[in-house]
Structures are given as structure tokens and as C-alpha cells.
């Protein structure tokens, strides 16, 4: 498992091509599906266009939490190694803002661990988003959708 | 020996009470809910407000101890 957070911008293929010659050299043969989400951000929000997003987080804390989160995904799927990427501080749209990537044996395991993955990162790591809006105004962003009932 | 808690502030929670972190006399608290009443007397608590001791998530009535770090911040909006 690895937990990274990226101050500076991170090529999310890069991650993934990287981890897997480095971390994961000893599954060769073992891995029969590997899940990737990778959200970036989007130049609009609630009606509004957005510039730019300052991220800020807990630092300590966020990774703690995103370590129970694999772990807690760990004890109910098999899955042989997880990454999770995170950017903090200023964004621009099309920028990668949040890298998953999860290894398995098999495919169920592999989609159902990173999706829940995802959304409970979504409802428990310590990230807030701050937009900057084409009129220059700032605002919090209040609260996530769930990402199960909204399209 | 002085008795302290860390309390930190996150996000829009910082911006409102116009400080990142404080630390405070521990003897006099119990519970997450009592520190903020008292580093924060003129603010009421947010109804959505989460709460972590020692980084990780706690009820407001959750018990704290001294050398404890309080963080208190909105709902998260990461990913």
C-alpha cells in the first residue's frame, strides 16, 4: 500500500506505471485486474464557472485515515496492493486531483475495493476544496455528492 | 505541571473563527464538546461540524485527556 500527497502536480499513469515496477514486482503472475479511478477538476460547479481550487487538508490525519480506509478494504475484498494519489494546494482544471488504483486477482474484487475506496474517501479524508471562481469570488465547497445516487 | 490541549480549526471552520490553532488549560475539560465552549465562549457549534482527537474521528461527547490534539472542521470535500 501506498499513500502519497503531491503539493505539485502528478501524472497519474506515471504513478501507476511507476508503482508497478517498483512495489510490485514480487505479484507478477498473481494480478488478473487492476481498477483506476483518476478525477480531475472541472472548470465548472454549481452553475458557475471555476478557475481555479485551493486544496487544503490534515496533514497527518488524512493519511491516517486513508490507510484504515485500504486496510478497512483489505479485510473485505482480496487485494493484493492499493495506491492512493491526492493533490493539495492550487489547482487548475485538468489537473489530476485523486489517483485510486487497486490490484487484484480478479475483477469483481478489484472494481467493488476501489469504488468503495473512493467513496469513503470522499466521506472521511480530511480534504476541503476552496474555489476560485471566474469572477474572482472564493467559496468553499460545502459538502460531496454521494457518488452512488447522483449522476 | 500545566495541563494542555491542542485545538486546531480547518477550512471554513478556520476562517470563522479567525485562527488555525490554540492550545488551552486541559484541567477544567471532559469532553470534545467542552473544548470548543471554551476556546470558542461566543461561538455556537456548527450542527455539522466533525470532530477528531489525536487524528482520528470522535463523537462530541467523546472523552479527552491531557496532551490531546482537538481538530475541528466542516464536512470534508477531498477527491
Known amino acids: 500500500m501506498l499513500i502519497k500527497i503531491c503539493p505539485d502536480g502528478f501524472d497519474p499513469w506515471q504513478e501507476i506505471q511507476a508503482y508497478q515496477q517498483n512495489a510490485l514486482t514480487t505479484l507478477i503472475g498473481k494480478i488478473g485486474a487492476t ?12 452553475g458557475d464557472q471555476v478557475k481555479g481550487m485551493m486544496l487544503e487538508h490534515y ?7 486513508l490507510a484504515k480506509i ?71 465547497v460545502s459538502k460531496n455528492t454521494d457518488g452512488y445516487t447522483t449522476c | 505541571m500545566i495541563m494542555s490541549i491542542k485545538v486546531r480549526y480547518f477550512a471554513s471552520l478556520k476562517d470563522r473563527v479567525g485562527r488555525a490553532e490554540q492550545t488551552i488549560d486541559s484541567s477544567r475539560l471532559s469532553t470534545v464538546r467542552s473544548v470548543w465552549h471554551v476556546a470558542n465562549p461566543d461561538e455556537t457549534l456548527p450542527d455539522n461540524i466533525l470532530a477528531a482527537v489525536n487524528m482520528d474521528y470522535v463523537d462530541l461527547d ?8 482537538v481538530a475541528f472542521f466542516p464536512p470534508v470535500t477531498g477527491g
Open chain 2, 62 to 69: 467523546s472523552p479527552v485527556k491531557d496532551g490531546d490534539e
Open chain 1, 59 to 65: 496533514p497527518g490525519m488524512t493519511e491516517k485515515q
Open chain 1, 35 to 46: 481498477s483506476v479511478f483518476v478525477g480531475t477538476m472541472r472548470d465548472f460547479n454549481e
Open chain 1, 70 to 140: 485500504v486496510t478497512e478494504a483489505q479485510s473485505q475484498w482480496q487485494i493484493l496492493d492499493a495506491l492512493i494519489v491526492h493533490r493539495v494546494g492550487a489547482i487548475l482544471p485538468d489537473e489530476a486531483i485523486v489517483l485510486v488504483a487497486v490490484w487484484s486477482s480478479h475483477r469483481g474484487e478489484a472494481f467493488d475495493a476501489s469504488r468503495n475506496i473512493m467513496e469513503a474517501l470522499k466521506s472521511k479524508a480530511p480534504f476541503w476544496k476552496k474555489e476560485l471562481l471566474d469572477s474572482d469570488q472564493e467559496r468553499w
